[in-house]
T-cell receptor
Framework: GAVVSQHPSWVICKSGTSVKIECRSL??????MFWYRQFPKQSLMLMAT?????????EQGVEKDKFLINHASLTLSTLTVTSAHPEDSSFYIC????????????FGPGTRLTVT | EDQVTQSPEALRLQEGESSSLNCSYT??????LFWYRQDPGKGPEFLFT???AGEEKEKERLKATLTKKESFLHITAPKPEDSATYLC???????????FGKGTSLLVTP
């Protein structure tokens, strides 16, 4: 079945530093991937849509200069949180479609980011 | 504005006690209605997609149904391992991103 992986599964960084999170589709190619953020006891909120070979599309209120997205290949998208602050601490989850004909998104296991 | 609302927020059932979770949606041009299961600290696990009113899908003890305004996730004779948060999400014709509800946290006790 469609498998999406993320790395790292958790990361702790100091305030002001940057951290990169990888999202990979393991058994399919994905021209589009999505990045979501989930705060404790909250649901998933879409941050941005990552498109292979082109610029990402960000949701309203999400700073594109702070959350850098690169979709360098059909199986890899990266999210870099730049100059991280404690309020960026959250659970970041990516998703992808296994095929164009299907609207089913499959999610990665998530990355827990803690900024101290 | 597209909106997805789930109820109840939390539900506690005894093992074997069947119930239903509700997902009300307001979406212009529904492309699909999705149900996911999420365990603590994990990403959502895909359960079902429903595309049109009247459609039903089943998987083990779960059955999802769809009307023009809401979807139900019926849980028949639940077991403790069914304990999780169940998320409903809608996708509109404006794009492929999912609009999630806040979820229903289900606890099934032995």
């Amino acid at each position: 079945g469609a498998v999406v992986s993320q790395h790292p599964s958790w990361v702790i960084c100091k305030s002001g530093t940057s951290v990169k999170i990888e999202c990979r589709s393991l058994d399919f190619q994905a021209t589009t991937m999505f990045w979501y953020r989930q705060f404790p006891k909250q649901s998933l909120m879409l941050m941005a849509t990552s498109n292979e070979g082109s610029k990402a599309t960000y949701e309203q209120g999400v700073e594109k200069d702070k959350f850098l997205i690169n979709h360098a290949s059909l199986t890899l998208s990266t999210l870099t949180v730049t100059s991280a602050h404690p309020e960026d601490s959250s659970f970041y989850i990516c998703s992808a479609f296994p095929s164009r004909g299907s609207h089913e998104q499959y999610f990665g296991p998530g990355t827990r980011l803690t900024v101290t | 504005e597209d909106q997805v609302t789930q109820s109840p927020e939390a539900l506690r059932l005894q093992e074997g006690e069947s119930s239903s979770l509700n997902c009300s949606y307001t979406v212009s041009g529904l492309r699909g209605l999705f149900w996911y299961r999420q365990d603590p600290g994990k990403g959502p696990e895909f359960l079902f997609t429903l595309y049109s009113a009247g459609e039903e899908k089943e998987k083990e003890r779960l059955k999802a149904t769809l009307t023009k305004k809401e979807s139900f996730l019926h849980i028949t004779a639940p077991k403790p391992e069914d304990s999780a948060t169940y998320l409903c999400a809608a996708n509109s014709n404006s794009g492929y991103a999912l609009n999630f509800g806040k979820g229903t946290s289900l606890l099934v006790t032995p």
